[in-house]
């Protein structure tokens, strides 16, 4: 193996001696580190995994470099919650380095089964000449959150007719049955979702290709995740490969979904609509859904993306994963709302009501790092109106609307450090409304912004000065009422 392979492969275990240690304390000296997300205590986080409730408790996994910010050997990191915004760090759930996940324990789901937690997920190995073999691997974990894997992998090869990139089963139940789909590139280099069936989450039978109209759409779909919602069936994954197309598709990959009548498990025929993305915003990647005890469908997504340096990669780490989110479906559209347990942060509030006239202001009260804000406008006349937030002398995140064109437009071109630049500096969507809501939930370094309820959603990376607290409102070329709220985290 070459140095930077081994360097990358390395496990825990294997850190010289002094590193973890530098570079946890690289990671505490970093401007960006966020206060109510759930990110990495050094090197990278990506994908959601194994997300459940399990004995009481929401139980969430990520994937998880402890050693740097490069993707290398990926552990499953837990974290658990009472209540879904407060989390607890439980330590790490599945370590690689066996036979079949030498070179990392992939993403993957849980379900429950004989009151235990079965965590399925992908083995990932490489050979002496690198040759990649993905194996679909179970760990099992029970009431004491002890974790063990079972010795064998329970899909030991790729089907003919796929490549190796066959990864991230995501399991359901249904009709005494067992389900899952997992991520595929045909041959061809075409992606694709393959379904599975088993008894009891040990002998899996290949059903075949979950059957789309979508036969040439990007070269991989990885993580999907199947589910039904209001009768409808819903398809997520985010596929590789897509060019943009106007306002969509501007991110490196995308994620998003289809919709239609339930999956038919005989012929595995999915009737569905056009796809949609899930998200509208620079940071949003191989999100995974859950169902909640009270029958809520639950999102959370990883809140950046593959391939692409961001500026935290000096300081030893990167990524977090998004607030959970709730789904629900309108007209085959997704309408994602923030969880509604998130109220659960809000410390001081403070209100106002303001009508703007071509200006930019500030009101008492409304500044900060870390906080949720809820901004109404209506009866505009102006041609754009929008909120700057983590502003300060030469910085500012803007978020407007711009009535003539009809979109909403997110502008991070002045944020502070810059991310990604050659995709692009804005992010915008059409939306067509009388009245714009705006609901934000901003960190240190990062901002989730819902429109209208959930009709869309950006989320987003951004690195500004930690003194750029300043939020200013503004309308342009003529007026709008603003009715604002913020809340402290
Ligand atoms: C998506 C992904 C998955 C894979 C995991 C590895 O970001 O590439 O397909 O299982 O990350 O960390």
């Not at 209100?351 to 006239?357: M, T, Y």
């Not at 804000?373 to 102006?382: K, L, P, Q, R």
């Amino acid at each position: 193996m070459n140095m930077s392979r081994m360097q990358k492969y390395r496990r825990i275990e294997q850190a010289a001696p002094g590193e973890l240690e530098r570079l946890r304390e690289q990671v505490s000296r970093c401007p960006w580190r966020q206060t109510f997300h759930i990110q990495p205590s050094t090197g990278l986080l990506n994908d959601p995994n194994g997300f459940a409730y399990y004995q009481g408790e929401y139980h969430l996994f990520y994937q998880w470099f402890p050693l740097g910010t490069e993707h290398g050997m990926k552990y499953w990191y837990h974290m658990k919650s009472a209540d879904l915004a407060h989390w607890q760090d439980v330590g790490i759930g599945i370590e690689p380095g066996g036979p079949y996940d030498s070179h990392g324990a992939y993403s993957g789901s849980a379900i429950e089964k004989d009151h235990k937690l079965y965590l399925m997920y992908t083995g990932n190995t490489r050979d002496a000449d690198w040759i990649r073999n993905p194996y679909q691997c179970i760990a099992v974990m029970d009431e004491h959150g002890r974790i063990v894997k079972e010795e064998k992998p329970v899909i030991s090869s790729v089907p003919e007719g796929y490549t190796e990139h066959f990864r991230d089963p995501k399991v359901w139940a249904e009709a005494g049955q067992y389900y899952c789909v997992i991520g595929a590139q045909r041959s061809n280099l075409t992606g694709c979702v393959l379904l599975y069936r088993s008894p009891d989450l040990k002998e899996w039978e290949l059903l075949g290709e979950m059957v789309t109209r979508l036969s040439h759409f990007g070269y991989m779909w990885e993580c999907p995740d199947y589910f039904e919602l209001a009768d409808q069936g819903v398809l997520i994954f985010s596929p590789q490969g897509i060019e943009p197309e106007g306002e969509h598709f501007r991110n490196i990959y995308q994620s998003g979904y289809l919709t239609g009548k339930p999956l038919n498990l005989d012929t595995r025929v999915f009737e569905h609509g056009e796809f949609q993305e899930l998200d509208r915003g620079f940071d949003f990647y191989a999100p995974q859904t859950m169902a909640a005890p009270d029958g809520r469908r639950l999102l959370v997504a990883w809140m950046g993306l593959p391939e692409i340096g961001y500026p935290t990669d000096g300081s030893g780490w990167a990524h977090c994963l998004t607030l959970p989110r709730e789904l629900s479906l309108r007209e085959g559209k997704l309408i994602q709302k923030p969880a509604r347990e998130l109220s659960k942060l809000r410390k001081e509030m403070t209100r106002a009501h303001h009508s703007l006239h071509d200006e930019t202001r500030r009101l008492d009260g409304f500044s900060g790092a870390s906080y949720e804000m809820i901004c109404e406008f209506s009866a505009y006349d102006a041609e754009q109106f929008g909120i700057e937030f983590r502003a300060g002398a030469h910085e500012k995140t803007v978020l407007k609307y711009d009535r003539l064109r009809k979109k909403v437009i997110l502008d991070r071109s002045l944020s502070g450090q810059t991310v990604g630049e050659e995709y692009g500096l804005t992010r915008e969507c059409t939306v067509d409304a009388p009245a714009l809501k705006f609901q934000l939930f901003v960190d240190t370094s990062s901002v989730e912004i819902f429109i209208n309820d959930g009709e869309e959603v950006f989320t987003s990376r951004i690195f500004p000065d930690k003194l750029s607290t300043e939020i200013r409102f503004f309308a342009s070329g003529g007026s709008a009422e603003l009715d604002a709220v913020v809340w402290k985290y």
